[in-house]
């Protein structure tokens, strides 16, 4: 990647275990609940509460939205805060985003207190979209202050990956509690006289308790990172207000002057798009394959919620056929450890991310991911995977997955390099494109599903099979094709050279602070 030269002192001295840890541990409350939306929402909406695929999908789509309008927003109005109190600009944002997801997000997995069987579902949708939206502003702002620290707690190449994947150390972390919590949960309903193989109504209990212990986890986890993560302070007058005024071109005490950069700013550069792109195609393949990975197991593969053998036909239980009764052989809850399997293998692959980036680069790195994400594709297309093949698959999904996330981040946090004061606003720019691509792909599936008036039918087995395969094998098709045009035209500031010329045939004393940021100013396309 080009950046421009630095100063031996500029990248600082490196955060020692326990900051990378305490920052690591602010997003597992986002992390855990981003988990149990993504895997058991759908299934939740659909199986425990009856609701239709158009409803379900509505929900999702309207979560989706609310979070990607709301991200670039509260990234603007992140950069411009000042803190509030002892907390920084960063930390402050993010405890309020705590604050909301905390008191929400259990509603969204309990079943509507003023709802009775009459009820008709616009009601209950209705009652469910102000928690959704008040989850998602919440999600979205932990999110972007959470990233937005990144750049300003490590200024090396490598101090940001490693920081990156420390983070998604503790991603892959919140995802194993979540999905070793559901096998528990699940494990423990067996013994009531009401328990089925099969989702349903009488699952409710589950996720009601399993949104709540998550919450709980999760806010001891935020308390962590407010107390052993320090913000660089900002005193009045130094951070760098986004206005007409400010300076275009801020410079260090021993290295060039570099221009600093307001949001309209990175609007004009061609590779602040081509990392949106990247970006939303990784979100896209992991969470999608995370949402379906749920109705892939029980509608495809027909394992039910306990587990078992698989079956001739449609149903993998010995002579026992598709639409009768459920599988008599329960060994083990394979929509919990199918997705724990995942996160183990992603876990375990994090931790070769820094090794990693440092021999082949960036580029390569993220084309290696791809190309174990396309293997998955490529199996549940050509073959149906039959007993412990699952779990071949399954992890490599998962060390696939992680890859091309913390590679994508990585890229992110290069395209800021020192332009941390805007950092927020690029971060919630790339998750608004995430965010609306997810909705409104997930209720595109919706409304494709083949069976509008009932929960599963003969054509959802391949239906969901497909889905798989396009999520994965399509997008990262196309992942590929950006990763292309990124080894073409590599990752850097363009506006950069524009305004260091501007500065180079306008040079002006220290006192003449006027006329060179007229000149800065003059170097802008506004």
């Known amino acids: 990647m080009a950046e421009p030269p630095r100063s031996p002192q500029s990248p600082g001295p490196a955060l020692p275990l326990r900051a990378r840890l305490s920052f690591a541990c602010g997003h597992f409350l986002n992390d855990a609940c981003s988990a149990l939306w993504f895997?058991?929402?759908?299934?939740?909406?659909h199986a425990v509460l009856g609701y239709g695929h158009g409803a379900a999908g509505g929900l999702l789509l309207a979560g989706q939205a609310a979070d990607g309008l709301c991200t670039p927003l509260l990234g603007f109005e992140a950069d411009r805060a000042h803190g509030c109190g002892r907390c920084g600009r960063r930390k402050g944002w993010h405890l309020a985003g705590t604050?909301?997801?905390?008191?929400?997000f259990p509603f969204v997995f309990s079943p509507c207190l003023a709802c009775r069987d009459?009820?008709?579902?616009?009601?209950?949708?209705?009652?469910?979209?102000?928690?959704?939206?008040?989850?998602?502003?919440?999600?979205?702002a932990t999110q972007v202050s959470h990233l937005a620290l990144i750049p300003e707690l490590v200024s090396s190449d490598h101090g940001k990956v490693e920081l990156t994947a420390f983070r998604y150390a503790f991603t892959v972390m919140a995802n194993i509690t979540v999905y070793g919590l559901t096998w528990l949960l699940l494990n423990f309903q067996t013994d009531q006289p009401d328990?089925?193989?099969?989702?349903?109504?009488?699952?409710i209990p589950v996720f009601r308790n399993l949104a709540l212990i998550v919450v709980g986890l999760g806010a001891v986890f935020s308390l962590i990172f407010h107390l052993g993560t320090k913000e660089k302070p900002y005193p009045p007058g130094v951070l760098p207000e986004p206005e007409e005024s400010t300076p275009l071109l801020h410079k260090e005490p021993s290295g060039p002057p570099h221009p600093l950069l307001l949001w309209k700013d990175w609007l004009?550069?061609?590779?602040?798009?081509?990392?949106?792109?990247?970006?939303?195609?990784?979100?896209?393949?992991?969470?999608?394959?995370?949402?379906?990975?749920?109705?892939?197991?029980?509608?495809?593969?027909?394992?039910?919620?306990?587990?078992?053998?698989?079956?001739?036909?449609?149903?993998?239980?010995?002579?026992?056929?598709?639409?009768?009764s459920p599988c008599p052989c329960p060994l083990q809850k394979y929509i919990a450890t199918i997705p724990l399997v995942m996160y183990v293998s992603g876990f375990l692959s994090s931790f070769l991310m820094k090794p990693v980036?440092?021999?082949?680069?960036?580029n390569l790195t993220y084309f290696?991911?791809?190309?174990v994400v396309l293997a998955f594709a490529s199996w549940v297309a050509l073959a149906r995977p039959i007993g412990d093949e699952i779990y071949g698959l399954a992890v490599l999904l998962g060390a696939g997955s992680a890859t091309i996330l913390v590679t994508s981040l990585s890229m992110t946090a290069d395209l800021i390099g020192t332009n941390t004061h805007s950092s927020a606003f690029v971060y919630g720019a790339m998750s608004f494109t995430d965010k609306m691509a997810n909705g409104l792909a997930v209720m595109l599936i919706q409304n494709l599903h083949p069976c509008p008036t009932e929960l599963c039918c003969p054509a959802c087995v391949d239906f969901y099979r497909w889905v798989m395969v396009l999520v994965t094998g399509g997008i990262g098709v196309a992942a590929v094709t950006t990763l292309c045009s990124i080894m073409v035209w590599p990752i850097r500031i363009r506006y950069r050279a524009v305004s260091l010329q501007g500065l180079s045939r306008a040079r002006t004393p220290e006192s003449g602070t006027g006329s060179t940021e007229g000149e800065s100013q003059s170097s802008t396309i506004n």
Request: charged share 10%.
């Open 268 to 324: 004009l550069e061609p590779s602040f798009y081509q990392i949106a792109v990247l970006y939303m195609a990784t979100r896209l393949i992991v969470n999608l394959s995370q949402t379906y990975i749920a109705m892939y197991l029980t509608n495809s593969l027909l394992l039910s919620k306990v587990g078992a053998g698989q079956v001739q036909g449609y149903v993998r239980c010995p002579d026992v056929a598709w639409g009768s």
């Open 99 to 104: 604050t909301c997801v905390l008191v929400s």
């Open 195 to 203: 328990h089925t193989e099969h989702l349903g109504p009488q699952d």
């Open 357 to 362: 980036n440092k021999w082949i680069g960036r």
């Open 368 to 371: 290696v991911g791809i190309l």
């Open 118 to 140: 009459s009820t008709p579902q616009w009601a209950a949708f209705i009652y469910y979209l102000p928690f959704i939206i008040i989850f998602q502003l919440g999600w979205a």
């Open 39 to 45: 895997t058991y929402l759908l299934p939740f909406l």
